[in-house]
């Protein structure tokens, strides 16, 4: 299925945090084109969409910088020309794939830490708006900055097709996301996004800190309980 979609990967170095964030004029796209792990980097898959490409691609980032891992990716994939693809690495190094036979307008960007990319969408400025906002924001917390990057992308025009999804992945480092919201249906999928980050702030994310951990199996529910967490 081809998915007319932009997306955003992205490595923040102070907190070795990695996530991704997409829309699409498709239902539910972070089902099937978001992959992250701290351990490896993030990937987003599109255009006509092989979730294998993304599962492998994220394994091979685990041992090979971000332009082998691609590389070794696409050689295992028997119609790379239809496939766009952006990654990014544990080190910050980022790449991409936009193959001849995607849908115009297609293209991506690749900067330091970073890389955005996007098919069937009105024009190039929607990747640089995104490019343009990840850049601004040097300081702020990962998951807000993909956040606005996609919204950025969204009012620079998105999808010429419309809209319809959009997911927000973030990985810390533990078997589980940090963060992983989906919006799978939606006449604004991005707006809503952004209000159910807002709500995932305020009442996930402090659940979220007190899990239990490898390093710490009993978790932080005592702290969460002593302030009405839960």
């Known amino acids: 299925m081809y998915a007319g979609t932009f997306s955003i990967v992205a490595h923040d170095a102070a907190t070795g945090m990695c996530g991704v964030a997409i829309s699409s004029r498709m239902p539910a796209i972070g089902s099937l084109?978001?992959?992250?792990?701290?351990?490896?980097?993030?990937?987003?898959?599109?255009?006509?969409?092989?979730?294998?490409?993304?599962?492998?691609?994220?394994?091979?980032l685990r041992t090979h910088s971000a332009e082998d891992a691609l590389r070794r990716a696409l050689e295992a994939d028997p119609d790379g020309e239809s496939r766009q693809v952006v990654m990014v690495g544990r080190d910050g190094r980022a790449a991409a794939h936009t193959g001849g036979q995607t849908h115009p307008w297609s293209g991506h960007r690749v900067g330091e830490g970073y890389a955005v990319a996007g098919n069937?969408?009105?024009?190039?400025?929607?990747?640089?708006?995104?490019?343009?906002?990840?850049?601004?924001d040097a300081r702020g917390p990962l998951g807000e900055r993909l956040l606005s990057a996609l919204e950025a992308g969204q009012?620079?025009?998105?999808?010429?097709?419309?809209?319809?999804?959009?997911?927000?992945?973030?990985?810390?480092?533990?078997?589980?996301?940090?963060?992983?919201?989906?919006?799978?249906?939606?006449?604004?999928?991005?707006?809503e996004l952004r209000r159910v980050h807002g709500v995932a702030g305020r009442e996930l994310l402090p659940f979220v800190a007190a899990l239990p951990t490898r390093a710490n199996p009993e978790g932080s529910f005592e702290r969460l309980l002593d302030t009405d967490g839960l």
């Open 120 to 136: 069937i969408l009105t024009g190039a400025d929607t990747l640089d708006a995104m490019a343009e906002s990840w850049e601004a």
């Open 155 to 191: 009012a620079a025009g998105g999808d010429r097709r419309g809209r319809q999804s959009a997911a927000l992945y973030v990985h810390a480092g533990h078997p589980y996301p940090y963060l992983d919201l989906r919006v799978d249906e939606h006449p604004d999928p991005v707006a």
């Open 33 to 60: 084109c978001v992959f992250a792990h701290a351990e490896a980097g993030a990937v987003a898959t599109q255009a006509l969409i092989n979730p294998l490409l993304g599962v492998d691609a994220l394994e091979e």
